[in-house]
């Protein structure tokens, strides 16, 4: 059964998010390095690499049901932050945006009795919720460690942030 067209659109939709979210991180990156921060850097990085697999798995899924793909208009991400725990708020916040959007393009393949599509997306429900306690404790140890103990934060980073993939 083809997938129907309103789904596909929120699976481009997704693929944009996912997008904007490789973006958004690519840029947090090069805000920490400005700032000094190498272990954040790199944390931010290879998460944007992930971001970038995932619009890759929506672009994959959406090819193998017949598409069409269409890339949405992107949003420029936010370039510059006042402080660590202002670029950490601002993913977590992402991350729960996110989660809300995948729950929403899984009630719509529900709805349509669209099988494949959920089963497609029961992986991304489960990536939200390590990728939501990932940032949430970042923000807690951001916001222990303080502005001016941000060494601790690399460290801790260094030590216990899983390497997202
Ligand atoms: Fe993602
Ligand atoms: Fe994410």
């Known amino acids: ?3 129907e067209k309103i789904v596909i ?9 996912e997008l904007e979210a490789h973006l958004q991180y690519l840029s947090i990156s090069s805000w920490f390095d400005g700032e ?5 850097t790199k944390f931010f990085a290879a998460q944007a690499a992930e971001e970038h697999a995932h619009a890759m798995r929506f672009l994959d899924y959406i090819q193998d049901v017949g598409g069409p793909v269409e890339i949405p208009a992107l949003a420029a991400p936010k370039h510059s932050f006042e402080s660590a725990e202002e670029a950490v708020a601002a ?4 991350e729960n ?5 995948i729950h929403a393009v899984l009630d719509l393949a529900i709805e349509r009795r669209d099988h494949a599509t959920q089963v497609f997306l029961q992986w991304f429900v489960t990536e939200q919720v390590e990728e939501v306690s990932t940032m949430s404790e970042l923000l807690q ?3 222990r460690a303080g502005e001016r103990d941000l060494l601790l934060l690399e460290d801790y980073v260094a030590r216990s942030v899983p390497t997202p993939q």
């Open 1 to 3: 059964m083809p997938v």
């Open 9 to 17: 659109d929120a699976l481009n939709a997704q693929m944009g998010r």
């Open 36 to 40: 000094g921060l190498p272990e954040l």
């Open 91 to 94: 993913s977590l916040a992402w």
């Open 97 to 101: 945006e996110v989660t809300a959007h």
């Open 141 to 143: 140890v951001t916001r």
